[in-house]
């Protein structure tokens, strides 16, 4: 190698580390105190209507799902909190809130992403308060929303349910990630190409861990649904999952 | 690797590398040659030699609970702790969020979390806020031309005095930001969090939620790490194809187990006279002159600072 291809070489290899270190253990919430306040507020806005939605579908279904849902809650956290040991390094966790949304609903999925995204903010020092508003829209309502769409959608089209599984996880994930993209774009668009060119500099920056962990993501929601339907097909009948996947 | 006198894992020293980096770019051109560059490399090495804690959710529960600002009122925290954090955001030069960073982070070492576990618990947000700013400082152009430049695909990656100036303002409120929300989180226990929000009236359901969860996610992880060493006690994570089809089957049983759980407390709780709610018994800690100083003084000194254009 010549003396330029070498640096050329060095140069890219550090390049790749900067692109995939930053998310090693931050899937993709927006850090605390990286918003400024105008952003904060009005991520927060669009996230009330959602929420409103939510807690009055909650209200109707509390008595009986109550302790389901704390436990799909915790389970969100734990797992977003728990690294896959040597899947690609130690990097790659699930997120769970695409689970959460094919399981209960979106509008049940939006309150459960806000209660365990708090948690993540004060235990785990994962995202921030006062992000909290944007963190929500992206991984409470954008990501589940689209996720359960795919996933009615799907069946809707006879796929499989493997298929459909993953591609509703999958998907999910995708969006949130392409969202959160969007987000600090708009924040801080860059000087030539504004907010798209800005949006396209950050999903370029996140897409070689994102990409993968949104396969790994898809996988393993169908793995769990799977086994939740051999080991508690009680409570997914409660919830009202499995009843309509026994129709087809 | 914990036994080991220098735990240095090859992805924290990368992780240094890079942040010495960017720690580099953004001091270039505003102090003297070697400054930067030694600077830098002091920064890197502190993070890549410091190390970071893992399984910090327990950590930070259990100094909060131990802290020595535990009886301090819990909404005068959390008042206070917001308070900061808007006005740290509402900064447009980098100076007096750094100052906020320095006082909660004093005042939370103070508190009992102490300066080395301090550190730890910083070293991973602070490594990801660092390396993030990568993004916001270097851009690629078709010429060079600013304070630096690399040759990189045809054109450069260029640093300008302009990003250099953003990056150092995000930076630094991020920085101030993540020193008040660990100033709350390492002095508040989350159930008191919970009973100041119920206070302001925020809606009982999703409180109710919180309370379960709070209460269920320990009781998860400890059975998911049993799990785990049970999963990998037979091999379970050999490969990368068997490993992620164990962690789907751990984590399936570990949310089917949960649910059978949450069916048997539901019945528990109904035979009991649950009509919905959950009421629990809460310390009452009066609020201090000598507290509401920790919080009004650093707050004044911001205000003073906007109003002089910080």
């Not at chain 2, 939370?108 to 618990?121: D, E, H, N, S």
Request: hydrophobic content about 55%.
């Amino acid at each position: 190698m010549t003396k330029q291809e070498k640096r050329f070489m060095a140069l890219s290899l550090a390049v790749a580390g900067v692109l995939i270190v930053p998310q090693q253990a931050h899937a993709m919430h927006i850090m605390e105190g990286y918003l400024p306040p105008a952003y904060c507020i009005a991520w927060g806005a669009v996230c009330l209507p959602f929420l409103a939605a939510g807690l009055i579908r909650l209200k109707k279904a509390a008595r009986q799902q109550m302790l389901l849902l704390a436990m799909a809650g915790a389970f969100i956290f734990v797992v977003s909190s728990l690294k896959i040991p040597s899947v690609f390094g130690s990097c790659s966790h699930m997120t769970g809130t695409s689970l959460a949304a094919i399981l209960f609903g979106p509008a049940s999925a939006a309150v459960l992403g806000l209660v365990v995204l708090v948690f993540q903010a004060l235990l785990l020092a994962h995202g921030g308060l006062t992000t909290l508003g944007a963190n929500t829209f992206s991984m409470g309502v954008a990501g589940p929303l689209v996720a359960w769409g795919v996933y009615k959608l799907c069946r809707r089209l006879r796929a499989g349910r493997k298929v459909s599984l993953f591609l509703a996880a999958a998907l999910g994930d995708l969006l949130t990630y392409c969202v959160t993209s969007l987000q600090l774009a708009l924040a801080y668009p860059s000087a030539e190409g504004g907010v798209l060119g800005s949006a396209v500099q950050f999903l370029g920056v996140f897409a070689p861990t994102q990409l993968p962990l949104a396969i790994i993501e898809g996988i393993l929601t169908v793995l769990v649904i799977l086994g939740l339907e051999s080991c508690a097909a009680p409570e997914l009948r409660q919830i009202g999952f499995l009843k309509e996947a026994h129709h087809d | 690797m914990r036994g080991k006198i220098l735990n240095i894992e090859p992805l924290s020293l990368l992780t240094g590398a890079l942040a010495a980096l960017v720690g580099w770019s953004l001091l270039a051109g505003s102090l003297p040659r070697p400054w930067p560059a030694a600077l830098a490399l002091a920064l890197g090495l502190a993070l890549a030699l410091g190390g970071h804690s893992h399984g910090s959710a327990v950590q930070i529960d259990r100094l909060a609970h131990a802290s020595r600002w535990a009886d301090m009122n819990a909404a005068l925290k959390t008042l206070g702790c917001c308070g900061l954090l808007v006005l740290t955001l509402c900064c447009r030069t980098p100076w007096p969020p750094l100052g906020v960073f320095v006082y909660t982070a004093a005042l939370c070492m103070a508190g009992g979390a102490g300066v080395r576990r301090y550190l730890g618990l910083m070293a991973l947000p602070a490594a990801f806020v660092l390396l993030s700013a990568a993004a916001l400082l270097w851009r690629w152009a078709p010429a060079p031309g600013g304070l630096a430049d690399l040759p990189l695909a045809g054109g450069w990656l260029v640093l300008d005095a302009a990003s250099q100036a953003l990056a150092r303002l995000v930076l630094a409120r991020a920085l101030g930001a993540l020193g008040c929300l660990y100033l709350l989180s390492l002095s508040t226990p989350l159930p008191e969090l919970l009973a100041v929000l119920r206070q302001a009236h925020a809606p009982a359901l999703l409180l109710d939620l919180a309370v379960l969860i709070y209460r269920y996610i320990f009781l998860m992880l400890d059975t998911a790490a049993r799990m785990r060493v049970a999963a990998a006690s037979r091999l379970g994570y050999e490969g990368a194809g068997r490993s992620l089809r164990t962690t789907g089957l751990v984590y399936a049983n570990l949310l089917g187990r949960s649910f059978a759980r949450a069916r048997a407390c539901q019945q528990a709780m109904e035979s009991r006279g649950w009509e919905g709610q959950i009421r629990f018994l809460t310390r009452r800690h009066p609020v201090r002159a000598g507290h509401i100083a920790l919080f009004a003084a650093p707050a004044a000194a911001l205000l003073a600072a906007l109003a002089l254009g910080g």
